[in-house]
């Protein structure tokens, strides 16, 4: 972990402008994104018929929709939910994927059975885990949330089958069994925390593509429906005012693009300390 | 023969000496490697029917039926037997191309899919043929003219168009092209391609879902390029004197085909993931679209069949894909 950071340091000591401004940003969203309704007091949710659809001005920042939300209240709200919900697949898929990750590492007997369902698993794209859940248990977060889980699941696991499959014949790993240390507990207190950092550098590469996904399946209507304040749903919503009222539309696009390309360019710098310890 | 022992010796086909029949054994071996994950693509669709909560014979009846009717209607529909005999029950009718009835408009959902499959295979292919040849056009000259101004551009184009929404570019492109410049229709389907209303209906869709793939496509080939260009028979053809734009063209672009091909081909996921978005916002009369209607409206048998075709369109895409790969592998094609 500590090799980790330092890693991390040296890396942005290196790093040039564009990886700075990147981290910025992504920290920036996150910080808004946590305080939330404490950076503007606005109500993502109040409803004004009489100010619908207008530009930019004193009364809304940012402008409002068809109803007369003020668009920036609803933009801090979606991005709130849309980083969260992202957040959420990366967790999941990839707690699954460490677990299973190690598992065929470990037991090697199970390794086939493991990595070849995986594959099976991997083989579909995201958008038909969408469609075939909503389809099943209708639209909504959890949907988009568990197909995003389920494509990430598989990913993780090779990547952490990898690295723990090099940890495995390490000496400590060695020294640990022959004092009689159960398989459990030497999975747990020693190989997976060395898995960690790959895991915590492979989510990051990851976060930006999910959150990509996730307002795809957001935008198609197979996830939050309105009038709840998420990005890919404000976009579709705005869709209709495209001609009257365009900022409706594409800030919340804009928004999701600036987080997917400041998640891009940080992990790019990222991916080479992955690549080096892989290799 | 253990998975891993049989997919080493897959790989081990590729370099073998007797590689003409080995190719024949591993086209044999991918082509039935297919069948089982196929035969779980309708397992899944049969199973998605009957895990929904909604009892599709109550559905089918309508809100005033009695429960006699509803009734009848299970027996008739086949819903009281047990679960391998429904499964066997749905394979006969799909061998017969019946997949059932739409519960919205009751038209017969195999021919409403056949009718959405054309365009949705026009709007990729179009996708494909401006996408790719300007994809690669521009990471063969990011890695010709590398370090330099040009390719830093091309990098960050390429970062950006990965890291772009698609529905952000179809609503810039509607904006910018249908609303403001008034060139080209941007809903709905002129017709087909070959009409002078379809082929200009097709462009703004076709161009914006270019953008799934443009950004990876880009970076592979710089990077293959550029790999290419460091290895000893370009070292050679330079030796004897070529210029570096012919040695770039004919020797490293060429060997850099395989791992293009190989990406276009993991990419096709998230090209038909791009599709849906793309056929939404464009009204395009495609599966996709197809797919999401029928799911946000409940209409199981339609979503059913619309999520069979698509993943099975995907498997056997990934198996020509794969094919491909071979054929461009002048190691393997004696």
Known sequence: MMAMLQDLAGILRRSGATTRVALAVVCGLGIVALAGPWVVAADPYGIDLHHALQGPGWRAPLGTDELGRGILGRLIAGLRLTLALGLASVAIGGS???????????????DQWIMRVLDVVLSFPTILFGLAIVAICGPGA??????????????????????????????????ARSLGMSDRRLMWRHVMPNCLSTLIVFSTLRFGQVVLMGSILSFVGLGTQPPVAELGTMVAEGRNFLFYAPHVAILPALLIFIIVLACNLLGDSLRDVVDRRGS | MTGRARFRNAAAFRTSPRAGTCMKRYVAYRVAVTMPVLLGVLVVGFLLMQVVPSDPAAVRAGPQASAEVVAALREEMGLNRALPMRFALYLRQLARGDLGRSLINDAPVATELGRAIGPSMELMTACLLWSVPVAVALGTFAAYRRNSVFDRAIVMLSIGAASVPVFFVGLLAIWIGGFWWQLLPFTGRGGPFWTRAGLASLVLPAFTLG?????????????AVLDALSSDHVRTARAKGLSEWSVTLRHA????????????GLQIGYLIGGAVATEIIFSWPGMGRLAVNAITSSDLPMAQGAILVIAAAFVLTNLAVDLLQLLLDPRIRR
Do not use: H, K
């Open chain 1, 142 to 175: 959890e949907a988009v949330v568990t197909s995003l889980a389920l494509s990430t699941m598989p990913l993780t696991a090779r990547m952490i089958r990898a690295t723990a499959g090099i940890e495995m014949v390490r000496d400590y790993v060695e020294a």
């Open chain 2, 211 to 223: 953008f799934v793939l443009l950004g990876a496509v880009v970076r592979i080939t710089r990077t």
């Open chain 2, 253 to 264: 672009l060429r060997n850099a085909l395989i791992p293009i091909v190989t990406l276009v």
């Open chain 1, 96 to 110: 699954a994927g460490l677990a299973l990750g190690l598992a065929a590492a470990y037991y090697p007997r199970a």
